[in-house]
């Protein structure tokens, strides 16, 4: 497709669990960054991915987060052993080498209970 | 730390012109945008200031002061398809992630 793509769209999981949260990014997008909304609020930052290698991870809330990116294209962002406090929608975006503008996908809403 | 601050709300009529301000303060400056947001959607760019001045797009205008650290987002001719949440956010450097204030939310009414 032609824009961001995240799955799944809709995550339900038992506190404890772990989750998997992918991202696909436009095609040829060297940045991608991943970020955290809870309900009426902004846009936390979590990673920052340019290539494959994050040179900016400190907004992950706590060692039990992690991502990776591979191929310079897919990344997925894992969380261990969810709590409650984990629910959000979890937003990717990605952006070219030149330019300001940051791509959003549609994000993926968690929901830990 | 830091810290953007935007108004939580605004309310317009249709035809009307409304302004969004953003004072911010952060370690490092490098550009403000600002998106917009339909509830329960993606985020989607609409302007970027660098340099000190007024940016215009079509019915949005954004404006930055740097030695303010002050912005602001006009829209004009309100439409009630413009009724969403809208954040401005400072990039700090180059490439790097954008830090986004906690949104305004505007109602256009007919």
């Known amino acids: 497709g032609a824009g961001v793509s995240q799955s799944p769209s809709n995550k339900v999981t038992e506190k404890g669990k772990d989750v998997e949260l992918r991202c696909d990014p436009i095609s040829g997008h060297t940045a991608l960054y991943w970020y955290r909304q809870r309900l009426g609020q902004g846009l936390e930052f979590l990673i920052y991915?340019?290539?494959?290698?994050?040179?900016?991870k400190s907004g992950l809330p706590s060692d039990r987060f992690s991502a990776e990116r591979t191929g310079e294209s897919v990344s997925t962002l894992t969380i261990q052993r969810t709590q409650q406090e984990d629910s959000a929608v979890y937003l990717c975006?990605?952006?070219?080498?030149?330019?300001?503008?940051?791509?959003f996908g549609p994000g993926t809403r968690l929901t830990v209970l | 730390g830091q810290s953007l601050e935007q108004p939580s709300e605004v309310t317009a009529v249709e035809g009307a012109i409304v302004q969004i301000n953003c004072t911010y303060q952060t370690s490092g400056f490098y550009g403000l945008s600002w998106y917009q947001q339909h509830d329960g959607g993606a985020p989607t760019f609409l302007s970027y200031n660098a340099l000190d001045g007024l940016e215009e797009t079509g019915r949005f205008s954004s404006f930055l002061s740097r030695s303010d650290s002050y912005g602001y987002l006009l829209l004009q001719e309100l439409q009630m398809k413009d009724s969403a949440s809208y954040f401005c956010a400072v990039q700090k450097q180059a490439g790097t992630a954008l830090i986004f204030g906690k949104g305004t939310t505007l109602s256009v009414s007919s």
């Open positions: 975006a990605s952006r070219s080498r030149l330019a300001s503008e940051q791509f």
């Open positions: 991915f340019q290539g494959n290698s994050a040179p900016d």
